[in-house]
């Protein structure tokens, strides 16, 4: 990331750079881990449902 004052200061060398970029992301939030949460408490929430209903 670059921050520039004014358009011209803009080096556009810089920007046409084909750069890796690493921010070491573990991916903890991402959308695929908070489905497989929500599938993971729903399958919680019915077996404790079921559980109750056994017990009863």
């Known amino acids: 990331m670059k921050v520039f004052e004014k358009p011209e200061?803009?080096?556009w060398e810089?920007?046409?750079e084909r750069i890796t970029v690493d921010?070491?992301?573990d991916g903890r939030f991402s959308p695929r881990h908070l489905?497989?949460?929500i599938i993971e408490l729903?399958?919680?929430r019915e077996k404790k449902k079921n559980?109750?209903?056994?017990?009863n």
């Not at 559980?51 to 017990?55: F, H, I, L, T, V």
């Open 23 to 25: 921010y070491h992301y």
């Open 42 to 44: 729903e399958e919680e």
């Open 35 to 37: 489905i497989d949460k």
């Open 9 to 11: 200061d803009i080096d």
């Open 14 to 16: 810089w920007v046409k």
């Open 51 to 55: 559980g109750e209903k056994e017990n």
